[in-house]
């Protein structure tokens, strides 16, 4: 069995003033609901788990109004020539680096347009890099090698509200004149550098402080409707329908001649014609050119 290497103990000032910031954030509060949690049975301890995540939709739809904001911002960033760019540390680093790359296959845009930044670099979507999330100059060099601009909008996402990888690089992108806001589960000040706070109020997790879990959840669908919202907004789906989407499998170019089978009720053969006939090139099929 691999072991893990502890890290260096940090002072005691350092810890201290850490755990005062957590005895204020719910999500590192016991979770009376799950305090029994080992002495119960597997299906036990999934029923309590599903119990707790079926809470999270209504604190994501609380949080539509500020996520509007979020998306007008991404919409008015992407048609003046700049990208929604999301940066976060651990979990919801990757949730934002996992959002961006499922944008260019869905939605057939480049992989420019919608941008995930994780403290870390690379290396922290697998396995995690000991003191990124507290690295605030590392921050700063992370935004200039992503030539983060005026053009931009950028969106931290932090579980905590604070990590401070995050918050300076909302700091920096503001100074730059980039759009700026913080998606968070727990409530903090709304600061002079964001232009929206986004606040998903999970409460504490079923393993306490494991923000993986119904933070990661929440963060998860919020992520997912900035990004689909905006890409309705940009005029990337008909109907309902991603007529942009890549074909670069099985799957998707099947997806493609059932949708032009289905919106003008042709047969299969006669639909891959269409499709052949406009080059792959769907909303041509769609329209019969």
């Given at each position: 069995?691999?072991?893990?290497?502890?890290?260096?103990?940090?002072?005691?000032?350092?810890?201290?003033?850490?755990?005062?910031?957590?005895d204020?954030?719910?999500t590192?509060?016991?979770?009376?609901?799950?305090?029994?949690?080992?002495?119960?049975t597997?299906?036990?301890?999934?029923?309590?788990?599903?119990?707790?995540?079926?809470t999270?939709?209504?604190?994501?739809?609380?949080?539509?109004?500020?996520?509007?904001?979020?998306?007008?911002?991404?919409?008015?960033?992407?048609?003046?020539?700049?990208?929604?760019?999301?940066?976060?540390?651990?979990?919801?680093?990757?949730?934002?680096?996992?959002?961006?790359?499922?944008?260019p296959?869905?939605?057939?845009?480049?992989?420019?347009?919608v941008?995930?930044?994780?403290?870390?670099?690379?290396?922290?979507?697998?396995i995690?890099?000991?003191?990124?999330?507290d690295?605030?100059?590392q921050?700063i060099?992370?935004?200039?090698?992503?030539?983060?601009?005026?053009?931009?909008?950028v969106?931290?996402?932090?579980?905590?509200?604070?990590?401070?990888?995050v918050?300076?690089?909302?700091?920096?992108a503001?100074?730059?004149?980039?759009?700026?806001?913080?998606?968070?589960?727990?409530?903090?000040?709304?600061?002079?550098?964001?232009?929206?706070?986004?606040?998903?109020?999970?409460?504490?997790?079923?393993?306490?402080?494991?923000?993986?879990?119904?933070?990661?959840?929440?963060?998860?669908?919020?992520?997912?409707?900035?990004?689909?919202?905006?890409?309705?907004?940009?005029?990337?789906?008909?109907g309902?329908?991603?007529?942009?989407?890549?074909?670069?499998?099985?799957?998707?170019?099947?997806?493609?001649?059932?949708?032009i089978m289905?919106?003008?009720?042709?047969?299969?053969?006669?639909a891959?014609?269409?499709?052949?006939?406009?080059?792959?090139?769907?909303?041509?099929?769609?329209?019969?050119?």
């Amino acid at each position: 069995m691999n072991e893990i290497m502890s890290p260096t103990l940090l002072d005691l000032d350092t810890l201290r003033a850490s755990i005062e910031e957590m005895d204020g954030l719910p999500t590192e509060q016991p979770n009376e609901l799950s305090a029994r949690l080992d002495t119960l049975t597997t299906a036990e301890i999934l029923g309590v788990i599903h119990g707790e995540d079926r809470t999270v939709s209504d604190a994501v739809e609380a949080a539509i109004p500020a996520l509007t904001e979020v998306v007008e911002a991404a919409v008015t960033s992407i048609r003046n020539g700049g990208r929604l760019v999301y940066v976060g540390a651990g979990t919801s680093g990757r949730l934002g680096v996992l959002d961006a790359a499922e944008c260019p296959p869905t939605y057939g845009v480049p992989p420019t347009m919608v941008v995930g930044i994780i403290a870390g670099g690379e290396k922290a979507l697998t396995i995690a890099q000991e003191g990124a999330e507290d690295d605030e100059q590392q921050a700063i060099r992370d935004l200039e090698a992503h030539s983060i601009s005026e053009k931009d909008t950028v969106l931290g996402i932090t579980a905590r509200g604070k990590t401070p990888w995050v918050r300076s690089f909302l700091r920096e992108a503001n100074r730059l004149g980039a759009w700026t806001g913080l998606l968070t589960c727990n409530p903090v000040d709304k600061t002079e550098e964001l232009a929206t706070l986004v606040t998903l109020e999970v409460g504490p997790e079923v393993v306490t402080g494991s923000t993986r879990m119904k933070a990661g959840l929440a963060t998860k669908m919020a992520l997912t409707m900035i990004s689909t919202a905006t890409m309705v907004r940009l005029g990337r789906v008909k109907g309902n329908r991603m007529v942009h989407l890549m074909p670069n499998s099985t799957k998707l170019q099947a997806r493609q001649v059932r949708m032009i089978m289905e919106e003008r009720g042709i047969s299969l053969e006669t639909a891959y014609d269409l499709l052949k006939r406009a080059d792959g090139d769907l909303e041509r099929a769609l329209r019969g050119d």
